[in-house]
Protein backbone atom coordinates (compact mmCIF):
# COMPACT_ATOMS: atom_id res chain seq x y z
CA UNK A 1 0.00 0.00 0.00
CA UNK A 2 1.50 3.73 -0.82
CA UNK A 3 0.34 5.37 2.45
CA UNK A 4 0.42 8.86 2.76
CA UNK A 5 0.89 9.89 6.50
CA UNK A 6 0.13 13.59 8.28
CA UNK A 7 1.35 14.96 11.30
CA UNK A 8 -0.43 18.51 12.37
CA UNK A 9 -0.69 17.66 16.07
CA UNK A 10 3.00 18.72 17.00
CA UNK A 11 5.56 21.52 17.20
CA UNK A 12 7.35 20.21 14.01
CA UNK A 13 4.75 18.66 11.77
CA UNK A 14 5.69 16.44 8.66
CA UNK A 15 4.02 14.43 5.77
CA UNK A 16 5.65 10.75 4.86
CA UNK A 17 4.81 8.76 1.81
CA UNK A 18 5.37 5.13 2.81
CA UNK A 19 4.91 1.69 0.68
CA UNK A 20 5.05 -1.05 1.97
CA UNK A 21 6.85 -0.46 5.15
CA UNK A 22 9.68 1.74 3.22
CA UNK A 23 9.66 5.11 3.44
CA UNK A 24 9.42 6.83 0.02
CA UNK A 25 9.92 10.49 1.35
CA UNK A 26 9.37 12.83 4.28
CA UNK A 27 8.86 16.56 5.11
CA UNK A 28 9.31 18.07 8.51
CA UNK A 29 8.94 22.26 9.21
CA UNK A 30 7.85 23.89 12.30
CA UNK A 31 4.33 24.72 12.53
CA UNK A 32 3.45 28.33 13.08
CA UNK A 33 -0.47 28.08 12.83
CA UNK A 34 0.24 28.52 8.72
CA UNK A 35 -1.01 24.32 8.14
CA UNK A 36 -3.89 26.09 5.51
CA UNK A 37 -0.83 27.81 3.60
CA UNK A 38 2.00 24.43 4.25
CA UNK A 39 0.06 21.43 4.36
CA UNK A 40 -1.00 20.90 0.80
CA UNK A 41 2.24 22.47 -1.26
CA UNK A 42 3.91 20.16 1.41
CA UNK A 43 2.09 17.02 0.20
CA UNK A 44 2.47 17.99 -3.39
CA UNK A 45 6.08 18.65 -2.63
CA UNK A 46 6.45 15.11 -1.42
CA UNK A 47 4.67 13.37 -4.25
CA UNK A 48 6.99 15.42 -6.57
CA UNK A 49 10.04 14.42 -4.62
CA UNK A 50 9.04 10.28 -4.66
CA UNK A 51 8.00 10.42 -8.30
CA UNK A 52 4.48 9.62 -7.39
CA UNK A 53 0.97 11.09 -8.28
CA UNK A 54 -2.09 11.89 -6.30
CA UNK A 55 -3.97 8.74 -7.76
CA UNK A 56 -1.36 6.81 -6.70
CA UNK A 57 -1.89 6.90 -2.74
CA UNK A 58 -3.80 3.85 -1.53
CA UNK A 59 -4.32 5.08 2.05
CA UNK A 60 -4.13 7.76 4.37
CA UNK A 61 -3.25 7.96 7.93
CA UNK A 62 -3.31 11.28 10.50
CA UNK A 63 -2.19 11.98 13.73
CA UNK A 64 -6.17 13.46 14.95
CA UNK A 65 -4.65 15.02 18.56
CA UNK A 66 -4.98 16.20 21.30
CA UNK A 67 -3.09 18.68 19.86
CA UNK A 68 -3.69 22.79 18.46
CA UNK A 69 -7.09 23.11 17.34
CA UNK A 70 -6.22 24.72 14.01
CA UNK A 71 -3.25 22.83 13.48
CA UNK A 72 -5.25 19.76 14.23
CA UNK A 73 -8.70 20.60 12.64
CA UNK A 74 -6.59 21.55 9.40
CA UNK A 75 -4.79 17.98 9.04
CA UNK A 76 -7.78 16.21 9.88
CA UNK A 77 -9.88 17.66 7.56
CA UNK A 78 -7.33 17.52 4.75
CA UNK A 79 -6.94 13.74 5.10
CA UNK A 80 -10.65 13.11 4.98
CA UNK A 81 -11.18 15.29 2.10
CA UNK A 82 -8.20 13.49 0.04
CA UNK A 83 -9.40 10.00 1.46
CA UNK A 84 -12.72 10.74 0.11
CA UNK A 85 -11.94 11.94 -3.27
CA UNK A 86 -9.10 9.10 -4.06
CA UNK A 87 -11.63 6.60 -2.48
CA UNK A 88 -9.23 5.48 -0.13
CA UNK A 89 -9.20 3.93 3.56
CA UNK A 90 -8.09 6.49 5.95
CA UNK A 91 -6.54 6.01 9.34
CA UNK A 92 -5.96 7.58 12.82
CA UNK A 93 -4.06 7.76 15.49
CA UNK A 94 -3.78 9.84 18.78
CA UNK A 95 -0.98 11.73 19.81
CA UNK A 96 -0.38 9.29 23.28
CA UNK A 97 -0.11 6.54 21.44
CA UNK A 98 2.23 8.17 18.58
CA UNK A 99 4.45 9.24 21.07
CA UNK A 100 4.78 6.03 23.04
CA UNK A 101 5.51 4.19 19.44
CA UNK A 102 7.92 7.21 18.91
CA UNK A 103 9.55 6.54 22.50
CA UNK A 104 10.50 2.94 21.77
CA UNK A 105 13.60 3.85 19.84
CA UNK A 106 16.19 1.27 19.46
CA UNK A 107 18.78 3.52 19.87
CA UNK A 108 18.08 4.47 23.47
CA UNK A 109 19.84 1.31 25.47
CA UNK A 110 19.29 3.80 28.54
CA UNK A 111 18.31 1.20 31.91
CA UNK A 112 16.89 4.01 32.87
CA UNK A 113 14.13 3.98 30.69
CA UNK A 114 11.63 2.52 31.77
CA UNK A 115 8.22 2.64 29.74
CA UNK A 116 5.92 2.23 33.34
CA UNK A 117 7.91 5.27 34.54
CA UNK A 118 7.96 7.45 31.64
CA UNK A 119 5.64 10.42 31.76
CA UNK A 120 4.36 12.28 28.51
CA UNK A 121 3.83 15.78 28.29
CA UNK A 122 2.35 17.69 25.36
CA UNK A 123 1.80 21.74 24.72
CA UNK A 124 -1.37 22.67 25.33
CA UNK A 125 -1.44 26.16 25.20
CA UNK A 126 -0.13 28.86 27.24
CA UNK A 127 2.51 27.59 30.08
CA UNK A 128 0.18 24.54 30.11
CA UNK A 129 0.48 20.98 29.28
CA UNK A 130 -1.35 17.91 28.84
CA UNK A 131 0.57 15.05 30.73
CA UNK A 132 0.05 11.79 30.45
CA UNK A 133 0.98 8.66 32.66
CA UNK A 134 0.87 5.14 30.22
CA UNK A 135 -1.48 7.23 27.63
CA UNK A 136 -3.92 8.14 30.05
CA UNK A 137 -4.41 11.39 30.56
CA UNK A 138 -4.06 13.39 34.07
CA UNK A 139 -4.99 16.51 32.96
CA UNK A 140 -4.01 20.11 31.90
CA UNK A 141 -1.82 21.95 34.15
CA UNK A 142 1.02 24.36 34.62
CA UNK A 143 4.90 22.77 33.82
CA UNK A 144 6.04 23.05 37.45
CA UNK A 145 2.65 21.73 38.46
CA UNK A 146 3.19 18.82 36.50
CA UNK A 147 6.50 17.85 37.42
CA UNK A 148 5.58 17.67 41.04
CA UNK A 149 2.79 15.58 40.36
CA UNK A 150 4.96 13.18 38.49
CA UNK A 151 7.49 13.27 40.99
CA UNK A 152 4.77 12.77 44.02
CA UNK A 153 2.93 9.85 41.58
CA UNK A 154 5.93 8.08 40.78
CA UNK A 155 8.09 8.71 43.68
CA UNK A 156 11.26 7.47 41.85
CA UNK A 157 14.76 9.64 41.59
CA UNK A 158 15.19 9.12 38.12
CA UNK A 159 12.23 9.97 35.26
CA UNK A 160 12.12 10.06 31.69
CA UNK A 161 9.74 12.93 30.36
CA UNK A 162 8.79 12.98 26.64
CA UNK A 163 7.13 14.69 24.18
CA UNK A 164 6.33 18.50 22.62
CA UNK A 165 6.91 21.18 24.62
CA UNK A 166 7.94 24.78 24.14
CA UNK A 167 11.09 26.44 24.53
CA UNK A 168 9.66 28.21 27.59
CA UNK A 169 8.61 24.81 29.17
CA UNK A 170 11.91 23.32 28.49
CA UNK A 171 13.86 26.26 30.27
CA UNK A 172 11.18 25.73 33.07
CA UNK A 173 11.96 21.84 33.38
CA UNK A 174 15.72 22.84 32.98
CA UNK A 175 15.48 23.12 37.11
CA UNK A 176 14.40 19.81 37.40
CA UNK A 177 17.48 18.30 35.87
CA UNK A 178 19.70 18.50 39.45
CA UNK A 179 17.18 15.86 40.33
CA UNK A 180 18.87 13.68 37.48
CA UNK A 181 15.65 13.73 35.38
CA UNK A 182 15.78 13.95 31.82
CA UNK A 183 13.38 15.27 28.68
CA UNK A 184 13.53 13.33 25.66
CA UNK A 185 12.61 15.53 22.62
CA UNK A 186 11.78 15.38 18.94
CA UNK A 187 15.97 14.62 18.37
CA UNK A 188 15.81 12.12 20.60
CA UNK A 189 12.25 9.78 19.62
CA UNK A 190 11.88 7.91 16.78
CA UNK A 191 10.95 9.98 13.61
CA UNK A 192 7.67 10.39 12.16
CA UNK A 193 8.37 8.64 9.37
CA UNK A 194 9.91 5.37 10.91
CA UNK A 195 7.56 5.12 13.76
CA UNK A 196 4.71 4.98 10.65
CA UNK A 197 6.49 2.62 8.51
CA UNK A 198 7.37 0.18 11.13
CA UNK A 199 4.48 0.41 14.01
CA UNK A 200 1.82 -2.76 14.23
CA UNK A 201 -1.35 -2.68 12.24
CA UNK A 202 -3.49 -2.17 15.27
CA UNK A 203 -1.68 0.93 15.95
CA UNK A 204 -3.94 2.70 13.34
CA UNK A 205 -7.60 3.01 13.54
CA UNK A 206 -9.35 2.56 10.42
CA UNK A 207 -12.42 4.68 10.12
CA UNK A 208 -15.18 6.30 8.03
CA UNK A 209 -14.00 9.99 9.11
CA UNK A 210 -11.12 10.70 11.17
CA UNK A 211 -12.00 12.88 14.42
CA UNK A 212 -9.79 15.30 15.55
CA UNK A 213 -9.20 15.75 19.05
CA UNK A 214 -8.31 18.77 20.96
CA UNK A 215 -5.70 19.94 23.89
CA UNK A 216 -8.37 22.95 24.34
CA UNK A 217 -11.43 25.12 22.66
CA UNK A 218 -10.63 27.85 20.66
CA UNK A 219 -10.08 31.10 21.58
CA UNK A 220 -12.61 32.93 20.70
CA UNK A 221 -12.59 36.45 20.67
CA UNK A 222 -15.98 37.82 21.73
CA UNK A 223 -17.99 40.48 19.93
CA UNK A 224 -18.23 44.02 20.71
CA UNK A 225 -21.55 45.08 20.91
CA UNK A 226 -22.23 48.48 19.78
Known sequence: MLLLAINTASKRESVALIFDKKILAELIWAGNMDESEKLLPAI???LKKSRRRFNEIEGVAVVCGPGPFSAVRIGVTVANTLAKILNVPVFEIDTPSLYWLRL??????????????????LHAGG???????????????????ALKLAAKKLKTKSMVFFGDITENEMREFSEAKRKNWQFL???????FSSTVALAPAKSFKKVLLASPIYCRPPNITPSKKL
Not at 107 to 120: F, I
Request: aromatic share 6%; net charge positive; no cysteine.
Open 44 to 46: SDL
Open 104 to 121: QNPKMTSPRLGLKEAVLL
Open 127 to 145: NFVSMFFQKKSVGILPIQE
Open 185 to 191: GEDDLKK
